[in-house]
């Protein structure tokens, strides 16, 4: 029997081995997943907490309630992985062979790579830091907030842009909008990368009196001054800095054969088959390709690893899978005062950014609430 092993518990790798489960035979495969945790996150809602707008603790699940029962689920995190042997060597001692892997193990924040951040800066990219953050602002009474991006690439494109919404909403609520000002900072010559976005987002923010600070490539933090510092030598003083922090892959991946220095693996854009491997798939943040980290892209990014595994397994070979990913992406973009908007792109086309609206704002909100039963199950 073949032994396929999943490593990361996301929304990409939970999907994957819950459709893997559902399309092969019980003889055909032995599926693990390996999980860094025994809780399954939904990161999106940690945008809302800050505002006190979700309870943190909502927003997981046990990783094993979200799995199909052949599923075997390994918690551990991987120390090393060599593709030669086929081997996967856990932090605890532990070691797993596979005939097929698919790597989806996340991104991670790296605030060390600013000096200062971490003492400095404020961020709601993690559990911990969007619940420090919702303390912050409460106790915020005004002044000047900077709210930007501190490294290329990072997680969910859009989530800067939303904060920066949802930031001014939350301020006028509390009556001390008027008392605060808001900068808004993004490392290349628009407020984001991709420029149909752009063009929506930078009038929104000039119609709610955010100051747009283009080319700010965070260089250090220094927080005795209350200082933030480009590469291009502006200077930002603040009262509250929150900025979205560096992202790297997996620490094993770091410098791996499959990946670069940072950790991204050498992914194919249309098999997704990891670059020299042909028996490794990556999705997800994990992968070096030009789209979105997001949660959405894993999601599309699934069925096509799975459908190509188990022709594989099946003894076809490439030419005979019809089956690749053509980078679709689709997103919310949450414009505040309960009003949104819906990105959906792909490798051949940007995204048409649509007037935000309540209906989009009350679909996300659903949206969210209904992840759990229909995106890492497969059911979606």
């Not at 399309?23 to 945790?37: F, M, N």
Request: charged share 20%.
């Amino acid at each position: 029997m073949k032994q396929i092993v999943v490593l990361g518990g996301g929304t990409g790798g939970t999907l994957v081995a819950n459709l893997l489960a559902k399309k092969l035979k019980s003889k055909e495969a032995h599926i693990t997943l390996v999980s860094a945790s025994n809780r399954h996150l939904y990161q999106p809602g940690w945008l809302y907490v800050p505002f006190g707008r979700q309870d943190p603790r909502t927003l997981s699940r046990p990783m094993a309630s979200l799995l199909r029962k052949r599923v075997k689920l390994v918690i551990g995190k991987a120390s090393q992985l060599d593709t030669e042997s086929q081997q996967i060597s856990l932090e605890d001692g532990q070691s797993l062979h596979y005939d097929y892997l698919v790597i989806a193990t996340g991104s991670q924040v790296a605030p060390e790579d600013v000096p200062g951040f971490s003492e400095g800066a404020q961020h709601f990219y993690t559990e911990e830091a969007s619940f420090k953050l919702h303390a912050a602002l409460e106790e915020f009474r005004g002044g000047k907030i900077v709210v930007g991006v501190g490294g290329l690439p990072y997680k969910c494109p859009v989530a800067p842009l939303e904060f920066t919404f949802l930031l001014d909403e939350y301020l006028t609520h509390r009556r001390i909008r008027d008392k605060t000002e808001i900068i808004y900072t993004f490392p290349l010559n628009r407020v984001f990368s991709i420029e149909s976005v752009a063009e929506v987002a930078q009038p929104l923010l000039e119609q709610r009196g955010v100051t747009i600070e283009t080319f700010f490539n965070l260089e250090e933090v220094v927080p005795e001054e209350k200082l933030a510092r480009s590469l291009e030598g502006t200077e930002l003083n603040y009262d509250l800095l929150i900025m979205v922090p560096p992202h790297r892959g997996a620490k094993f991946l770091q410098g791996h054969p499959i990946a670069d220095e940072q950790g991204w693996v050498k992914t194919d854009r249309s098999t997704l088959e990891v670059k020299g491997c042909s028996n490794v798939w990556a999705l997800g943040d994990t992968t070096d390709l030009p789209i979105s980290k997001a949660g959405s892209t894993a999601h599309f990014e699934a069925p096509v690893i799975v459908e190509r595994l188990a022709a594989r397994l099946r003894g076809a070979n490439n030419d005979q899978i019809p089956e690749e990913y053509e980078g679709h992406v689709m997103c919310f973009l949450e414009t505040g005062y309960g009003k949104a908007s819906m990105l959906n792109f792909d490798y051949s086309h940007a995204p048409e950014v649509a007037e935000p609206s309540h209906l989009v704002h009350y679909e996300k909100m659903v949206f969210n609430k209904a992840y759990w039963y229909l995106v890492p199950t497969g059911v979606l």
